[in-house]
């Protein structure tokens, strides 16, 4: 893998450009594409500041693009079943199991969802990215819709810019939150460990708004709503709260117990080796159609176990979720 790092000016005569258009221009080595999956990530910055691609530039401001260059690796149709909840001409709509990699990259060149959908539709390979327009982490499981056609790839890349695409989930935290609200909080690259996130100054504006479910011992039920899409954005929204999510390897430190857990929970909890997040419900408008579709997965059968035991803890102790 190749470590570059660049520093250039943004001509006076690109004033009034996009920044991920005026530094295709700039960085003219590298596709459109990749610079902008650099902009999101924080890896090519604008004047010291992460900002969207979409920022106007006045032209003479410093771009630095810090980055490592993965090498393209074709990406080749493997055999991987996939549970596809809603199949038509236009989309799949999958519920991705935990541990399942969206796309390939370093230490994952093969084995992904990338993988499986062109071994489930090969004409996949004439769309961008095999027709995936969002992603979830490696060991979040849950809804994903995947674009079959040009048309469906661009008009849902513009629903989600418009944040017209609306994703909910539900997580189990660790802390016993006292109600409902939101994180507005921005997001970025951490200062000091290139492989996280974290709620920076000047990071790009990131909003969850969350709602009580069900109140344990020491843990919170959540319903999780999306209004924006950075990287690990409720692991990191969450854990800014103090509330990381249970099993979270990045974000959630040691596991938290209830004072004397029952034996099932002490040994559901200290096994639960991924974050406790599931997207449960995903609603956009159809490329083709135009009209709303909406659908729902039920909850990973892992954290309907962990549910089980804090509720069967809490009876134990005298106490009934609230």
Same mark, same amino acid.
């Given at each position: 893998?190749q470590?570059?790092?660049?520093r250039?000016?943004?001509?006076e005569?690109?004033?009034?450009?996009?920044?991920?258009?005026?530094?295709?221009?700039?960085l003219?080595?590298?596709?459109?594409? @990749?610079? =902008?999956?650099?902009?999101?990530s924080?890896q090519?910055?604008l004047?010291g500041?992460q900002?969207?691609?979409?920022?106007?530039?006045?032209?003479?401001e410093? /771009?630095?693009?810090?980055?490592?260059?993965?090498? /393209?690796v074709?990406?080749?149709p493997?055999?991987?079943?996939?549970?596809?909840?809603?199949?038509?001409a236009a989309?799949?709509? /999958?519920d991705?199991?935990?541990?399942?990699?969206?796309?390939?990259?370093?230490?994952?060149?093969s084995g992904?969802?990338?993988?499986?959908?062109?071994?489930?539709d090969p004409?996949?390979a004439?769309v961008p990215?095999?027709?995936i327009?969002? @992603?979830?982490?490696?060991? %979040?499981?849950?809804?994903?819709?995947?674009a $079959?056609t040009l048309?469906?790839?661009?008009s849902?890349?513009?629903?989600?810019?418009?944040?017209?695409?609306?994703?909910?989930?539900?997580?189990?935290?660790q802390?016993?939150?006292?109600?409902?609200?939101e994180?507005?909080a921005?997001?970025g690259?951490?200062?000091k460990?290139?492989? =996280?996130?974290?709620?920076?100054?000047?990071?790009?504006h990131?909003? %969850?708004?969350? @709602?009580?479910?069900?109140?344990?011992r020491?843990h919170t039920?959540?319903?999780?709503q999306?209004?924006t899409g950075r990287?690990?954005q409720?692991r990191?929204?969450?854990?800014?709260?103090r509330?990381?999510?249970?099993?979270?390897?990045?974000?959630?430190?040691r596991p938290r117990?209830?004072?004397?857990?029952s034996?099932?929970?002490?040994?559901?909890?200290?096994?639960?080796? $991924?974050?406790?997040?599931?997207a449960?419900?995903l609603?956009? $408008?159809?490329?083709? %159609?135009?009209?709303?579709?909406?659908?729902e997965?039920?909850?990973?059968?892992?954290?309907?176990a962990?549910?089980?035991?804090?509720?069967?803890?809490?009876a134990q102790?005298?106490?009934?979720? %609230?």
């Amino acid at each position: 893998m190749q470590h570059i790092l660049e520093r250039l000016r943004i001509p006076e005569e690109l004033a009034g450009r996009r920044f991920d258009q005026a530094a295709a221009m700039v960085l003219d080595g590298f596709s459109r594409s @990749r610079l =902008k999956i650099w902009i999101e990530s924080g890896q090519l910055t604008l004047d010291g500041q992460q900002v969207e691609p979409s920022t106007k530039v006045r032209g003479g401001e410093e /771009i630095v693009l810090d980055a490592q260059i993965e090498p /393209i690796v074709p990406v080749a149709p493997e055999s991987i079943p996939l549970a596809v909840i809603h199949e038509d001409a236009a989309v799949f709509v /999958i519920d991705k199991p935990v541990g399942l990699v969206v796309h390939p990259g370093a230490g994952n060149r093969s084995g992904t969802l990338q993988n499986a959908l062109l071994s489930l539709d090969p004409s996949l390979a004439g769309v961008p990215r095999a027709g995936i327009v969002h @992603r979830l982490d490696k060991d %979040t499981s849950g809804l994903l819709v995947v674009a $079959r056609t040009l048309s469906a790839h661009a008009s849902l890349a513009a629903q989600l810019e418009r944040r017209e695409v609306h994703r909910s989930y539900l997580g189990v935290c660790q802390s016993v939150l006292t109600g409902g609200g939101e994180v507005d909080a921005p997001i970025g690259r951490h200062p000091k460990d290139r492989l =996280k996130m974290a709620v920076i100054d000047n990071g790009r504006h990131a909003l %969850t708004r969350y @709602r009580l479910l069900e109140r344990f011992r020491a843990h919170t039920y959540l319903r999780l709503q999306l209004e924006t899409g950075r990287t690990h954005q409720i692991r990191v929204h969450l854990a800014h709260l103090r509330a990381p999510l249970v099993g979270d390897p990045v974000y959630g430190g040691r596991p938290r117990l209830p004072r004397s857990p029952s034996p099932a929970l002490r040994q559901r909890l200290q096994s639960f080796r $991924r974050q406790a997040l599931h997207a449960s419900r995903l609603q956009f $408008r159809h490329p083709e %159609t135009g009209r709303d579709a909406c659908y729902e997965s039920p909850l990973a059968e892992d954290m309907e176990a962990l549910l089980a035991d804090l509720r069967s803890d809490a009876a134990q102790a005298g106490e009934q979720p %609230t």
